[in-house]
């Protein structure tokens, strides 16, 4: 069984503050794909990034980063200077192959607020 | 414009009354999925769907049923609605396997009494 565990509820920072939201995930596979989504408060979901477990380069994109680490099994996401749009429920997903298909599992969720 | 588009956005109904919530995709992807999503649980995922008429079920698909009859339409059916079916549902659409991103629709909030 697969699972992700996305400790952190509720993130609540002021803006402009770095913050990170923290992903742990377990598989047995070798071969599986690690998600972000985000999920703003008009509650659409839009994909953030992926990556598969072969590549464990970070990787940056504007004021976001991503941390992979196979080490620890942790894919953590890391906001720079945050902004009030940067306020959201963030869902980390894995994808690992079984049985025929890769099965996804998504975490619980952390909700970030960033205040002004 | 790329899109995944489900229908109603929002249905209150009550309990046994069979609905049906549907879904359609224009990236001509081969996988389609239904997920609910309930407060700290996160996205479940209900039925997926590899290929026209190749469903098959996820983590929790009991009082649902799907079917695949065209590639870009994956209808969500609920034959006996009850109460804890209330949630938000969310269909969503990739290329080849759900190890693609996912492409979601706006989602559904159903709420049954």
């Known amino acids: 069984a697969q699972k992700v565990t996305q400790a952190q509820t509720e993130i609540s920072v002021v803006e402009k503050e770095d913050v990170t939201l923290d992903c742990v995930y377990e598989t047995r596979d070798t071969t599986y794909y690690l998600f972000w989504y985000k999920q703003p408060p008009s509650g659409e979901l839009v994909f953030l990034i992926r990556r598969n477990s072969f590549d464990e380069q970070n990787e940056i994109s504007g004021r976001y980063s991503w941390n992979f680490q196979k080490s620890t099994s942790s894919f953590n996401f890391t906001i720079t200077a945050s902004q009030v749009v940067d306020s959201a429920v963030y869902f980390c997903?894995?994808?690992?192959?079984?049985?025929?298909?890769?099965?996804?599992?998504f975490g619980r969720g952390t909700s970030l607020i960033v205040h002004p | 414009e790329a899109q995944v588009t489900q229908n109603p956005r929002y249905l209150i109904t009550v309990t046994g009354k069979k609905l049906t919530v549907t879904c359609s995709q224009n990236?001509?992807?081969?996988?389609m999925s239904w997920y609910r999503q309930d407060p700290g649980l996160g996205l479940r995922q209900i039925y997926y769907s590899m290929n026209v008429e190749v469903t098959d079920k996820g983590d929790v698909p009991e009082g649902y049923k799907v079917s695949r009859k065209e590639k870009r339409n994956f209808p969500l059916i609920l034959e006996s609605p009850s109460p804890n079916q209330t949630s938000l549902y969310f269909c969503?659409?990739?290329?080849?396997?759900?190890?693609?991103?996912?492409?979601f629709g706006d989602g559904t909030r159903l709420s049954i009494l």
């Open positions: 969503a659409s990739s290329r080849q396997d759900s190890n693609q991103p996912q492409h």
């Open positions: 990236m001509n992807h081969e996988y």
């Open positions: 997903a894995l994808t690992s192959f079984s049985g025929g298909s890769y099965i996804p599992t």
